[in-house]
């Protein structure tokens, strides 16, 4: 069931950038360089993003996502970017994009079924 809030209450990511694709909760991450010298440095880590195609079932096209691999690893486990969309909650999916795309399979899930009288 859909949730009545609008997407970008859903969508809690911590940099604008996870909005526009599949982070699955990943953000930037910060700390320091610490070399022999002990004098330290400021620096950051940023989540490893690859640009894929990636197939959906329901909408039986390829559709062009930037995802992190922690996600394309999820995708691997779920069996595939449309149960993965449809198992994890709004909450957890963690981007406007992501909730956007379940929408979207949702409703051509409802289409595509056939009516049971």
Do not use: C
């Not at 809030?5 to 809690?12: K, M």
């Not at 990636?54 to 996600?71: G, P, W």
């Not at 595939?80 to 999916?93: A, F, I, P």
């Amino acid at each position: 069931m859909a949730d009545s809030r609008p997407t970008y209450e859903l969508a809690r990511a911590t940099f604008k950038r996870a909005q526009r694709g599949l982070f699955g909760g990943k953000h930037i991450q910060f700390g320091n360089n610490n070399p022999f010298s002990k004098k330290k440095t400021r620096r950051f880590w940023l989540p490893n993003v690859q640009s894929k195609k990636l197939y959906s079932e329901t909408l039986q096209k390829f559709l062009d996502l930037k995802v992190t691999t922690s996600v394309l690893r999820t995708i691997d486990k779920k069996g595939g970017l449309d149960q993965y969309l449809l198992e994890t909650r709004d909450k957890n999916l963690f981007s406007e994009k992501a909730v956007e795309l379940k929408n979207i399979v949702l409703k051509q899930q409802k289409k595509n079924a056939p009516s049971s009288l």
